[in-house]
């Protein structure tokens, strides 16, 4: 006999704002049951990321990569007590900064920060997969139109297509979900402050403190067994931006020169990789994780080694390595293999010639002796090196390219440049369009970008919604008042 399928209220929290899923502020588990989908037990998610290539934009500015550090490499940061005596790690930027501080409350809009060992315990428990869960939380605000004010919802099937879970066979469905839920929460008890300096044409700007990420419910799905025993089959997470986002992933802000919209390109093989190699190699893990945003940002500059080094074990460790030999052997043996995994992964590595020369690097690169040349190791610390994703990265966008190419030639006469033209003509939002056509919010936010092909059922639809010569007869019609703004 099969099992039934039963959903179980487990929120009281509301959501206050409208998502980009048109939420209503009711009863959370309401809106991510009935509310949303009368007809069906599973709540809206948001667009899957990936679904036509392996690469997918994402919120790529200061404040996401240095809590995607916080995340990687913890307690080796600097923490220091501010003011108040909480436990505070901080990026200067000129003469401004960006804040970081942790809480382990996840319910309340404005947690009580933490200090001294509390503070430490928590950043203790941060696990590198979560630095993946935060990518991805950064890959889907993209999706959102202002997403300082909207949330996407985002399923356990789809975070484990993202992270590669499901070809893991040695984990049980209950142990691959409680994964799933604590790395998802770990990103969310971050806070940050930020001061931002005048950059160009953007003012300097102040963005109070506040979650980076706040997940306002979770949805647990549960199933009947045989005997009766509910058994827990999915989880269901709503998350909304922190306000970070208003200053860092604000088109219509950058357009008057008050915000940013910083993105970067997330690749899947990035998310897998580090899943399938953190636990034996976390220095290669990190070390993918900083590089991701670096090779973005500039990508065809050296890198000190040491620099590298720091990231991957820590300063602690590199100083104590200098004076003691067996730590500084294993340490340059983990260096070697994690260059190696890195490129096995697909990952670019040039040695620089002057300071980085064939006798001193790894067996498998350009040394070709067993043994490297007495006082090596300062001459490594001084070494430059350059590794980069951007090989990857731009075989990927020419497959997706070709892949637009291709499509190119089934096209629909209505394109998503022009919905968004004729939408503003409107002085419609792209909440009310989708009001108004039933199609989701997030998809027509991906058809004005260009990331999502218009269906033959979909264009029709757009095309009599948004064709100028019938705006003035649909608002006279009484069959259409719901066109009215």
């Not at 300096?197 to 003012?203: A, D, E, L, M, S």
Request: hydrophobic share 35%; aromatic share 8%; proline share 4%.
């Amino acid at each position: 006999m099969a099992g039934k399928n039963k959903s179980d209220k487990v929120s009281s929290k509301k959501v206050a704002k409208a998502s980009g899923n048109d939420l209503k502020n009711e009863d959370l588990t309401q809106s991510l049951g009935t509310a949303i989908h009368p007809e069906s037990t599973q709540p809206t998610t948001s667009p899957t990321l990936f679904t036509e290539q392996k690469i997918n934009r994402m919120a790529s500015a200061l404040p996401i990569w240095e809590a995607s550090n916080i995340l990687t490499q913890r307690n080796q940061l600097l923490w220091l007590n501010d003011r108040e005596g909480k436990l505070r790690y901080a990026r200067d930027i000129g003469n401004g900064a960006i804040h970081f501080w942790v809480t382990d409350n996840l319910e309340d809009e404005n947690p009580v920060t933490l200090a001294g060992a509390a503070a430490l315990a928590v950043i203790d428990t941060f696990d590198i997969r979560a630095a993946c869960m935060h990518l991805i939380f950064a890959a889907h605000a993209t999706q959102l139109e202002r997403p300082w004010e909207q949330e996407f919802i985002i399923s356990d099937r789809q975070i484990e297509s993202y992270l590669g879970l499901k070809k893991r066979t040695d984990k049980s469905r209950h142990e691959k979900l409680a994964l799933i839920e604590e790395i998802a929460t770990q990103p969310c008890k971050i806070t940050t402050f930020i001061s931002y300096p005048t950059q160009g044409k953007v003012k300097g700007f102040t963005v109070e403190e506040g979650r980076l990420w706040h997940i306002l419910g979770k949805r647990y799905e549960y199933q009947e067994n045989l005997l009766g025993d509910k058994e827990l089959i999915g989880i269901t997470f709503i998350v909304k931006p922190g306000l970070w986002a208003r200053y860092f992933l604000n088109e219509e802000g950058l357009k008057d020169k008050i915000a940013y919209s910083q993105l970067g390109y997330l690749s899947k093989n990035l998310l897998e990789s580090v899943m399938s190699i953190w636990q034996h190699h976390e220095g290669a893990a990190r070390l993918m994780m900083w590089l991701l945003f670096k090779t973005q940002f500039d990508c065809d500059s050296l890198v000190a080694v040491k620099t590298l080094m720091e990231i991957a074990y820590g300063s602690q460790k590199l100083i104590a390595s200098q004076n003691n030999q067996d730590l500084r052997k294993k340490l340059v043996s983990q260096w070697d293999s994690d260059l190696l995994i890195l490129q096995e992964k697909g990952w670019a590595i040039e040695f620089d010639s002057e300071t980085y020369p064939p006798e001193i690097q790894p067996i498998g690169f350009g040394r070709t002796k067993s043994h490297r040349p007495k006082g090596f190791f300062d001459q490594l610390l001084g070494a430059f090196i350059k590794i980069s994703l951007k090989d990857i990265m731009d075989n990927e966008i020419k497959l997706e390219a070709e892949l637009q190419t291709e499509k190119s030639l089934l096209l629909p006469k209505i394109n998503g440049a022009r919905v968004k033209e004729l939408r503003m003509q409107q002085g419609w939002s792209q909440r009310k369009l989708s009001t108004v056509t039933k199609i989701s919010q997030g998809l027509i936010s991906l058809i004005e970008n260009g990331e999502r092909t218009i269906s033959p059922e979909n264009e029709e639809i757009l095309e009599k919604t948004l064709d100028p010569k019938t705006w003035g007869l649909r608002l006279e019609q009484p069959n259409h008042k719901h066109f009215a703004t």
